[in-house]
C-alpha cells in the first residue's frame, strides 16, 4: 500500500516556478510529520524543508536548508492530507529527485532535518532545470 505520493516535478527554466504535492494517507498525515529532501545527481538524499512542532499543543514551524530559504515554502492542507513545496526562482543546482518522508509522531526543528529518523518515503519526482 503506497502512503506517500509525490507529484509536480517537471523540466523548466532558470528562475521558473513549480509546486511539489506529497499526497499522504489520513494515518499517515495525522500521525506523522512530513518533509522534503532531494538528491541531486551523483549525491546524497539532503534534507530541503519540513513543518513541523515538538508536540500537540504548539503551532507548526516551517524549517528550510539554507541553500532553499528564501525560495522555497512549505505548507500543508489537512482536508487533503497533503504538504505541498512551492519553489521559486529555481536554479540549475536544484536539480534532483525530490522525496517526501515521514516521521512517527512529533519533531522538533533541529532533529527533523535528520534524514535518518524518518521511516517512510515516497517513490520521489524529478526537477529538472537548465540554464
Known amino acids: 500500500q503506497v502512503q506517500l505520493v509525490e507529484s509536480g516535478g517537471g523540466s523548466v527554466q532558470t528562475g521558473d516556478s513549480l509546486r511539489l504535492s506529497c499526497a499522504a494517507s489520513?494515518?499517515?498525515?495525522?500521525?506523522?510529520?512530513l518533509g522534503w529532501f532531494r538528491r541531486p545527481p551523483g549525491k546524497e538524499r539532503e534534507f530541503v524543508a519540513v513543518?513541523?512542532?515538538?508536540?500537540?499543543?504548539?503551532?507548526?514551524?516551517?524549517t528550510y536548508a539554507d541553500s532553499v530559504k528564501g525560495r522555497f515554502t512549505v505548507s500543508r492542507e489537512g482536508a487533503k492530507n497533503t504538504i505541498y513545496l512551492h519553489m521559486n526562482n529555481l536554479k540549475p543546482e536544484d536539480t534532483a529527485v525530490y522525496y517526501c518522508?515521514?516521521?512517527?509522531?512529533?519533531?522538533?526543528?533541529?532533529?527533523?532535518?535528520?534524514?535518518?529518523?524518518?521511516?517512510?518515503w515516497g517513490q520521489g519526482t524529478q526537477v529538472t532545470v537548465s540554464s
Open positions: 513543518i513541523s512542532r515538538p508536540s500537540r499543543t504548539v503551532d507548526y514551524t516551517e
Open positions: 489520513e494515518r499517515i498525515f495525522r500521525s506523522s510529520t
Open positions: 518522508g515521514a516521521i512517527d509522531g512529533y519533531c522538533s526543528r533541529h532533529a527533523c532535518r535528520d534524514r535518518r529518523l524518518y521511516r517512510l
